[in-house]
Nanobody
Framework: QVQLVESGGGLVQAGGSLRLSCAAS???????MGWYRQAPGKQRELVANIRSGGSRDYADYVKGRFTISRDNAKNTVYLQMNNLKPEDTAVYYC?????????WGQGTQVTVSA
C-alpha cells in the first residue's frame, strides 16, 4: 500500500502557472505515475503520465504547456502547469500504478480565472 498526497493547487489567473506535487508514503521507483483531472459534470481524464523508465505521455490539450516529472529519491511526482486556461479548472488527482493496482490521492483544486 502507498498513500499519495497532492499539494500546490489554488486560484490563478489565465496565463499563470502552478506546480502540483504528489508525495508518496513509500517508494515509487517501480510505479508508473500520472496526473488526472475531473471538472464538474465531467469524467476523470488523464492529463499526463510518466513511466518508471522516465518516458512521458501527455493529453493533447496540455502538450507544450504542462510538464510531468518525478524525483524517485523524494518519492514525489510533479506537474508544472504553464499558460493556464479557464478550461484547466478541475480537481487534479495523482495516480500511481503498479502492476494492476491503482493508487489515488485525495485531489487538489485548481481554479483558473479568465
Amino acid at each position: 500500500q502507498v498513500q499519495l498526497v497532492e499539494s500546490g493547487g489554488g486560484l490563478v489567473q489565465a496565463g499563470g502557472s502552478l506546480r502540483l506535487s504528489c508525495a508518496a508514503s513509500g517508494s515509487i521507483f517501480m510505479f508508473s505515475m500520472g496526473w488526472y483531472r475531473q471538472a464538474p459534470g465531467k469524467q476523470r481524464e488523464l492529463v499526463a503520465n510518466i513511466r518508471s523508465g522516465g518516458s512521458r505521455d501527455y493529453a493533447d490539450y496540455v502538450k507544450g504547456r504542462f510538464t510531468i516529472s518525478r524525483d524517485n529519491a523524494k518519492n514525489t511526482v510533479y506537474l508544472q502547469m504553464n499558460n493556464l486556461k479557464p478550461e484547466d479548472t478541475a480537481v487534479y488527482y495523482c495516480n500511481g500504478l503498479l502492476g494492476w493496482e491503482h493508487y489515488w490521492g485525495q485531489g487538489t483544486q485548481v481554479t483558473v480565472s479568465a
